[in-house]
């Protein structure tokens, strides 16, 4: 079994940058794919960025360019830097994670492909 715990989450203005923070525990062995996902109110739950077991990474296209998506795999951890946040960003924040090496494009995006999910972790953006 595998165990994902997000922090990180916060209020911060227009413009503004948040780091979340991703700890893997429980069953830690082999390669695990892992990514970030975002739900607003009223909203299904949608991609933000992904992140393979050999580092290739993918985001979606709302957020190119301003998030970036990292692991430390020896410590078991994933971080998503979020810099110029914007209002629309705002949602509940989600880190899942899913055994494997690789994925394609389609699968690493999906929230079907994951089986392991964190309880998420609340980024409010204040115009």
């Known amino acids: 079994q595998v165990q994902l715990a997000e922090s990180g989450g916060g209020s911060v203005k227009s413009g503004g940058s948040l780091r979340l923070s991703c700890e893997r525990s429980?069953?830690?062995?082999?390669?695990?794919?892992m990514g970030w996902f975002r739900q607003a109110p009223g909203k299904e739950r949608e991609a933000v960025a992904a992140?393979?077991?050999?580092?290739?990474?993918r985001y979606a296209d709302s957020v190119k360019g301003r998030f970036t998506i990292s692991r430390d795999n020896a410590k078991n951890t994933l971080w998503l830097q979020m810099n110029s946040l914007k209002p629309e960003d705002t949602a509940m924040y989600y880190c899942?994670?899913?055994?494997?090496?690789?994925?394609?494009?389609?699968?690493?995006?999906?929230?079907?492909?994951?089986?392991?999910w964190g309880q998420g972790t609340q980024v409010t953006v204040s115009s």
């Open positions: 429980g069953y830690t062995h082999g390669g695990y794919c």
């Open positions: 992140i393979d077991a050999d580092g290739t990474t």
């Open positions: 899942a994670a899913e055994a494997g090496w690789g994925m394609n494009d389609i699968q690493a995006l999906s929230a079907s492909t994951y089986n392991y």
